[in-house]
């Protein structure tokens, strides 16, 4: 499974920006894939996941209801991108957004790092 993360870029207050997480590599259903960030000297911490089998979506406390988490697997069995809309961005916001994978749901331990097995590059959101 391979992970290639897109879409970051600097906005403003208020601004939107929408990740992009192609995932290639037998992710059409059955696993759990998310969003986590990175603020620069803090801890990795996730934003949204998504169970690719029937799209049940988690959000992390903090998103407020600004994010959407939403995939696209309609054209190729071997591909799967997933989204992550960011509406109503705040300075907060400012990290680097990787995407990540594992076989199984997501459930409720989805938050913890350590469970992904595939990780993409990041891309840097920046919020001023």
């Known amino acids: 499974v391979q992970l290639v993360e897109s879409g970051g870029g600097s906005v403003q207050t208020g601004g939107s920006l929408k990740l992009s997480c192609l995932a290639s590599?037998?992710?059409?259903?059955?696993?759990?894939m998310a969003w986590f960030r990175q603020a620069s000297g803090q801890a990795r911490e996730g934003v949204a996941a998504?169970?690719?089998?029937?799209?049940?979506?988690?959000?992390?406390?903090f998103v407020g209801g600004r994010f959407t988490i939403f995939q696209d697997n309609a054209m190729d069995n071997e591909k799967n991108t997933v989204y992550l809309q960011m509406n109503s961005l705040k300075p907060d916001d400012t990290a680097m957004y990787y995407c990540?994978?594992?076989?199984?749901?997501?459930?409720?331990?989805?938050?913890?790092?350590?469970?992904?097995?595939?990780w993409g590059q990041g891309t840097q959101v920046t919020v001023s």
């Open positions: 590599g037998d992710v059409d259903s059955g696993y759990c």
């Open positions: 990540a994978a594992r076989f199984g749901v997501c459930l409720n331990r989805w938050t913890d790092a350590s469970r992904y097995y595939y």
């Open positions: 998504i169970d690719t089998g029937d799209g049940t979506t988690s959000y992390a406390d």
